[in-house]
């Protein structure tokens, strides 16, 4: 398990599976591209720890 880093309320997507980088690069521009109403939602996006415990963010 591994802690999240402090985000200041924004919610976070984090990836958990790394089968397809292109899928998940897909989901972080689904996510941020405006609805047809112009919402964009504000979200930060990490990934799980690495095998060496330490936690990776982009």
Do not use: C, H, Y
């Not at 964009?40 to 060496?52: I, W, Y």
């Amino acid at each position: 398990m591994f802690d999240l880093p402090e985000t200041w309320g924004v919610p976070v997507a984090v990836r958990a599976d790394f089968r397809n980088d292109g899928v998940w690069e897909q989901l972080k521009a689904d996510i941020v591209s405006p609805t047809e109403e112009g919402f964009v939602a504000g979200v930060e996006f990490a990934r799980a720890a690495g095998p060496d415990g330490v936690f990776r963010g982009f």
